[in-house]
Structures are given as C-alpha cells and as structure tokens.
C-alpha cells in the first residue's frame, strides 16, 4: 500500500502540475520527522520497565549497598543485612514474587497485583526507610507503618515500637507509584542503629498477637556478617516440640535451646528473641527455664507458649548476647511445623 506521504505527492502532481502552492515550478518541500517526545525524568533508584518499576537502594543510598531480590546488605556505617518477610491473610509468604496476591521485590508491577518494596537507604547522616507501593497495593487497605527497635541492635536496651501511624502515600513523580518515609533520629533512634521496619494493615503493637487477616510487608535487620572481638564462640542447638499437633495449635509447644560447646558465658548476658521480640515482650510465650548464670555445654534454656498458637510454624527463635560493646545474633532456627 503506497504510503501517506507518496499518495499526497501524487494528488499534488496531478492537482498542480508540478506547481509548488505558490504557482512556481519545484518540488514539495518533505514533511519534517516528528519531534519525539522526551522522556519524563524519574527519581534517583527509580527505573522503568516493561512491568512496571524497580527500586534500587544501591542508587540512593551514600555508601556502598548490595542488593538483590530478598536481601539488601550495608558495610558501612554499619555491618548489616536486611531481609525481607511478606504476609498475606495472616500467613508469611517466603518468595518476594511467588505470590499473586502480593509482591514485594525489586520490581513493583503496575497491574493489578498489589506491589510494595521497603528499602533501608543510609544517607551518609542516618538511616531513613522508604516503601514504595503501587496503586492495587496502596487502595488495599488503611496502612499504618511501624518501626521498631531490636534487641540484637540497641546497645541502651530500650527496645520496641517507637512509631506506629496510619500513614498516606504522596506520588513519586513520573510514576504510577506512591512513597512513606521514616528516618531515624526523628523517632529516637540512634542514626546508624539498624531497626526493624513494617507497613501493615493494621496498627501494630508488641503486646498484641497478629490478626488472621494481617497483610503487609516488613523488612528485618539480620545477625551482623563478621562478630566483634569480644563475641564468644559458642554452638547452640534447638530442640522442637510441637506437643504433637504441630507448632502454632496447643499450649504444649516447647524449644529447647541447648549449649553445645565452647566459650563458657554468662546468662545475664543471653536473651532469646521470637520474630525479633524478646521472649518477655511476646505475648503467650515465657521461659519455662532459663540459661543458669553461667552457661557452658549442657546448659538449657527452655521457652514454651503460654497460649494457644503463641509459637507459630515459621516464626524464628534467636539467641542474642550482648557485651559490652555489642550485641551479636549466636544462634537462630525457625520452627517447624511439627
């Protein structure tokens, strides 16, 4: 089929006779190409792809960054690495794009699976936590976003929720996309101290269990790489007792949490953790026996739910000491389902 421009030529020849509009002889002057249109200019660490858009810590933060999927990993301030846990209707999801009823990888898609990336960015002064969310994601429910101070990362030992609010997510510009922030010292937490992080549909608190309906995404500062100086070498072992029906249905769940040799340590200095909480902060768990003063090979330590479903299949149990000049994750297992 002739194009557009040679059928307009022809009309022109046979209109004009080869007259130019003016009357004079010549040739029509070619149409000029179109002008493409430019393309609009997105934020630092925000690019564009065929499904949607990616977030890279690596491009915001001032300190080198290691990112990928699952994990985002700091040297400098601080030695750290960040995971990721996703939750739909009360139950963790262990794949970041596994799942269709929500996404929180690198890439958030801009269909109609609710998307959501939360990245830790250091800025060269302190630690500010963004997520980003498309728009399935941000019309799903009322979020509130949490932080929260750890155990295994607070030298004061003032642990817990430090902010829990709805929050409203302002546009990224360019983007289908919206963005919450939290920074740091804003909310009493030392600048370069990691914390935990959650955007959840519903306001959280420590003291309360997790609803069935829970939906969100956290984002969850692991065990250090390398130990201190001053850490002890010491091998724990967990012993899993479901009470026979499985972790997370009885009042009969029970870890037991064992010395298997090494370094002899003192038991003021052990805590033990579930999902991040120490055992005395976590509702429906205790210890059944704690570690004696001294800990050395053979010494036990025992933690048991108190109600129902407090010890659930997934949730993971550390063990913690802390010196004098840091704390440091010795041993970590998640419990099974039986």
């Not at 009823?101 to 936590?129: M, S």
């Not at 980003?132 to 949490?146: P, V």
Request: aromatic residues 6%; negative net charge.
């Amino acid at each position: 089929m002739p194009s557009r421009r040679t059928v307009l030529a022809a009309l022109g020849t046979v209109a004009v006779a080869g007259c130019t509009q003016s009357g004079e002889m010549g040739t029509a002057p070619a149409t000029p190409s179109p002008t493409p249109t430019p393309e609009p200019t997105l934020p630092t660490g925000v690019t564009r792809v065929d499904s949607g858009f990616t977030i890279d810590a690596s491009a915001i933060a001032a300190t080198d960054v290691t990112v990928d999927a699952s994990t985002v990993q700091y040297t400098e301030p601080t030695e750290i690495t960040y995971g990721f846990n996703g939750i739909v209707d009360g139950t963790r999801l262990y794949e970041p794009t596994g799942d269709d009823r929500l996404h929180y990888g690198q890439a958030i898609p801009t269909d109609e699976t609710p998307g959501v990336r939360l990245i830790p960015v250091y800025d060269g002064e302190q630690f500010t936590y963004r997520a980003y969310a498309n728009a399935a994601f941000r019309a799903a429910a009322e979020w509130h976003l949490a932080v929260l101070r750890l155990p295994e990362f607070a030298p004061d030992g003032e642990t817990g929720v430090v902010e829990s609010r709805q929050v409203t997510f302002e546009s990224v510009a360019n983007t289908a996309l919206g963005v919450v922030s939290a920074r740091n010292e804003p909310l009493g937490v030392p600048p370069t101290e990691p914390a935990g992080v959650a955007v959840l549909n519903y306001e959280y608190d420590t003291q309360e269990r997790q609803p069935d309906d829970a939906v969100g995404v956290a984002l969850v500062p692991a065990a250090r790489t390398s130990p201190t100086p001053d850490t002890p070498a010491v091998a724990f072992a967990f012993e899993f007792d479901g009470g026979g029906d499985g972790f997370g249905t009885g009042t009969n769940d029970r870890v037991t949490i064992t010395h298997e040799g090494g370094d002899t340590v003192s038991g003021e200095s052990l805590s033990v953790t579930v999902d991040g909480r120490a055992v005395a902060a976590t509702t429906g768990v205790a210890y059944e026996t704690q570690f004696p003063s001294s800990v050395q090979a053979g010494d036990a330590a025992v933690v048991t739910a108190t109600e129902a479903g407090a010890l659930e299949s997934g949730a993971e149990l550390r063990v913690v000491w802390s010196g004098e000049r840091s704390k440091q994750v010795l041993a970590a297992a998640a419990l099974p389902e039986s």
